[in-house]
Every structure is written in structure tokens, then in C-alpha cells.
């Protein structure tokens, strides 16, 4: 005669698993919830990096370019940096 043997629940290993999952989820989404507060916004500096940086990917003419560039200044220009 078999024996047969029914698993209920999920047993140590798989309550280890679940654990692990909200853990993990649980930091994620602490992180999530917390980083933009301890995130400090990018300088005007590399702003304008960035901007000229695109400027260059998604423009070939040479006007559109300059136009670009000359925006990307204009931005710059109004950029404050903030005090600590």
C-alpha cells in the first residue's frame, strides 16, 4: 500500500521565499518613496551638457543645430544653482 503524502501550505522553504520577496519589494519600494526627497537635481552645469548633448544626437542641419545650442544656452542663462 502507497502512502501518500499531501504538502499543505508551503512549508519552511517556500515561507522563506515568500519572506524574501517582501523584503525585497518592501526596499524597493522605501527607495522609491524616499529617493527623490535625497536626490539633489542635477547642476545647471550638466544641464546644459545634457542639452547641448542632444542637440548634437537629434539635429543635422547647421541651423537647427545653432538654434538648438542657442536654446540650450537661453535655458543655461536662466539657471540658478541652489545654495547649501
Do not use: H
Amino acid at each position: 500500500m502507497r502512502k501518500l503524502q499531501m504538502q499543505r501550505g508551503l512549508g519552511t522553504f517556500g515561507s522563506l521565499i515568500v519572506l524574501a520577496i517582501a523584503v525585497g519589494a518592501g526596499y524597493y519600494a522605501y527607495k522609491y518613496a524616499m529617493e527623490p526627497d535625497t536626490v539633489s537635481a542635477p547642476s545647471c552645469k550638466s544641464q546644459l551638457n545634457s542639452c547641448m548633448a542632444s542637440c548634437r544626437k537629434t539635429t543635422s542641419e547647421a541651423p537647427q543645430a545653432q538654434a538648438c545650442q542657442q536654446d540650450c544656452n537661453n535655458k543655461s542663462a536662466s539657471c540658478v544653482e541652489p545654495r547649501r
